[in-house]
């Protein structure tokens, strides 16, 4: 069936379910909408950034090191001056622990994550990767893979770069992989893949153990294809049984593909935005080299923070006690979104949404050719939610159905308010449709 | 007279100045030597680090903002948080007055300026600069001006993204602008030109009013020519009455050539290295379009480290009082350098070194042709000097006279011996090479 039959045999179903005649609803509707607008309500729910107390958990961590004023650790004579450009080894430990990576495979950064994949790509661009034959700017043509919905800053990076985009549709255990692995076998101008992989944003899948082993032994064309491993909610889990994502490293080397993926990750979510510690996996290979360059860039990260970092949370153990107490804050913030969602919009079969089990995102689509009036409503109404059309590469959603919820920053009362607008704007832009 | 024929001129001097057999005066020297070498000495005299008793001075600084665990500022709602590209509105108030430009000018960044400077390179190879015809990849040749001796991480940077470096003689009052201005009005291919403009590493000098003046009105055959200026010791005063620095982005101004330079520092000297603050400052036209461009490579900079520094020092007088207290540690160190080398080598017109009002080195020159071999034998009795030939592009001192001494980092004790021991070492390679 085509789209627009699709649409119309959803329209059918809602209409069945609705039970009254479609322009009376559309006029309660307006009505609470009118209301809504009247408010003048200011609520931003467009960025998956912490609330407040989520910030007041690691205040503590900010009297360290000042509180015991020790500067030193077993490999690291003062932390406060130059050198180790790779980061405290102490530090390292600990957060190869977190990604399940060896020591001598992880680089620590400053505070993003993204500035590291970001310069990943330009050094690929200026100089290549371990095994490339050339810089990618020699290349007529750059391309990388881009399962979507997925990350709008990935995307803009590729923009940035000239690195021309394919979309792939991601599924509920992964991207299509055999859409993936036909296209990276086929055409070497295909140089990587953007994943984020666990409580993927937005839709908080995690990809299967299966996909992670396909992912690892495909055949590429391009033999310097990187997948780029944005594992941005490793520890970031909403339940008591969290997702379990398979050692995507590990499956590489198994694979014989041991130089294939970089792990991206940070702490920008487990302490603070802009104040974390960035972190990148990958091969002996890879790391040796991008230190190498890395030392080039700059003397060394901010190690003090690193340090700071350590004396917080001692242990892996300490991380994951600290995401129990964010996981305190968000699920009920995730439970009302979804509570929400359902109470309005369930069995209407005009929107669906993800119940994600970790993250950042509520992931929300609505009948096709839908999504950008309806966010258009709720910005005319006072709130904000992420473009739609921002999680697909070029902006550009093929349906116009997904929307991005980012449940965390608003205060409960806002985000029930946002959130009831949400549902009355996509019913009204829904049977507006239907009676166009 | 060439080179040769100075050398020997010098050495008949030096001989005169002896008054004993040279054969005798090696012996003696040489029994010092092996006394020094017998000792066992580790000691790094390489790089510009901060001493204990320097990184002591900023502790007090890590008690904020943890201290009164105040996290809003007049102009952000939570410095916790994402956001603010270019750094916290307070700190670059406070950072620009130290830099002498507008708050439109000025961004801050994480921890280095080394990495702001690498970042700006590696933009304009690949996307161009504000004005650039095109990106500077697509040319067949980028070149540098490099006054030298200079810094070596500059000079690597340009190794890295193979861009030609052109060696320009650094005289007591800034670079040979008779040269730099013949060369930059004629080659196009001359994109840049670095300098460390105050307190220079490692010569010391600061450039004259007219130097500055020439730089900013010279004609540049390159439209988008761009001057890097390190200003890495703005602040970093010896003596109480330090050397004035003409404000070049003013003087570009005037000249109708406003866009031409790129200012860079960091607070790495001023509290601790690699938990500092980096800025850079510009032309609104320049910091638009790198705020635009590093938006897609991070969020936001770690307001909470700015914030930190802005509550330490309060004001521009906070920090003139913090870097006398540097003067108070460091002066000392640079006068028992200067002593003694004045003591050993004084008067036998085999050495000259400089005495500069600030900064972090002392530059060393040894008879033509000598530098190397007396880095390599400290070397051998325990002492690392940098490398000979460091402080010029290609590690290829065209004399190979210059030694770059660092003399902040050991205790007084360890200074002395360092010190005592190079100015032996350069006696007997002297000699040695006069008695070859």
Redesign the interface.
């Known amino acids: 069936m085509d789209l627009l039959g699709q649409y119309r045999c959803l329209m059918e179903q809602y209409l069945k379910t609705l039970k009254e005649d479609p322009k009376s609803r559309l006029s309660v509707l307006e009505k609470e909408y009118d209301e809504f607008r009247a408010r003048g309500l200011k609520l931003d729910m467009s960025?998956g950034?912490?609330c407040?107390e989520q910030?007041d958990l690691s205040?503590e961590m900010?009297?360290y090191?000042?509180k015991d004023?020790n500067?030193k650790t077993d490999s690291c004579a003062?932390?406060?001056?130059?050198?180790m450009v790779d980061g405290l080894p102490e530090a390292k430990e600990l957060f190869a622990k977190m990604l399940e990576v060896g020591t001598n495979e992880i680089i620590l950064g400053?505070?993003?994550s993204?500035?590291m994949m970001?310069?990943t790509i330009?050094r690929a661009?200026?100089?290549g990767l371990y095994g490339s034959p050339e810089p990618w700017?020699r290349l007529p043509k750059v391309k990388f893979l881009c399962p979507s919905p997925g990350y709008d800053?990935h995307f803009?990076?590729c923009e940035?770069?000239n690195i021309e985009m394919i979309t792939i549709d991601l599924k509920d255990d992964g991207p299509d992989m055999d859409t993936v692995e036909k296209l990276a076998a086929e055409d070497d101008s295909i140089k990587g893949m953007w994943c984020t992989p666990k409580y993927s944003n937005p839709t908080g899948i995690t990809y299967s153990d299966e996909v992670v082993d396909r992912l690892a032994a495909m055949s590429t064309a391009a033999k310097d294809f990187r997948i780029f491993w944005d594992n941005a909610y490793a520890v970031h889990h909403l339940t008591d049984r969290p997702d379990r994502l398979k050692n995507i490293l590990e499956a590489c080397k198994k694979a014989g593909n041991p130089d294939r993926v970089f792990i991206f990750a940070s702490t920008?979510k487990i302490t603070?935005?802009?104040?974390g510690v960035a972190m990148m996996a990958a091969s002996e290979n890879n790391i040796s080299l991008i230190k190498k360059?890395l030392g080039?860039?700059?003397?060394?990260?901010?190690?003090?923070?690193q340090l700071r970092h350590l004396l917080f949370f001692r242990d892996i153990d300490g991380i994951e006690r600290h995401m129990k107490k964010h996981a305190a804050i968000l699920k009920p913030k995730f439970d009302m979104v979804i509570g929400i969602l359902e109470s309005r919009l369930g069995g209407k079969n005009i929107a669906s949404w993800s119940k994600p089990n970790g993250g950042y995102f509520i992931s929300f689509d609505t009948l096709p050719g839908c999504a950008s009036a309806v966010v258009k409503m709720a910005g005319e109404a006072g709130v904000v939610f992420t473009p739609a059309g921002a999680t697909y590469p070029y902006h550009k959603d093929p349906q116009d159905r997904n929307i991005r919820i980012a449940p965390t920053l608003p205060p409960a009362d806002e985000l029930r308010t946002a959130m009831e607008l949400l549902c009355i704007c996509t019913e009204i832009v829904s049977i507006r449709k239907l009676l166009a």
């Open positions: 960025r950034k912490p407040k910030l205040v900010l009297a090191p000042y004023k500067f003062d932390v406060r001056n130059y050198g400053n505070n993003s993204l500035s970001y310069d330009s661009m200026t100089f700017c800053r803009a990076i940035l770069f920008s603070f935005p802009g104040s360059q080039i860039r700059t003397i060394c990260p901010d190690k003090i923070n």
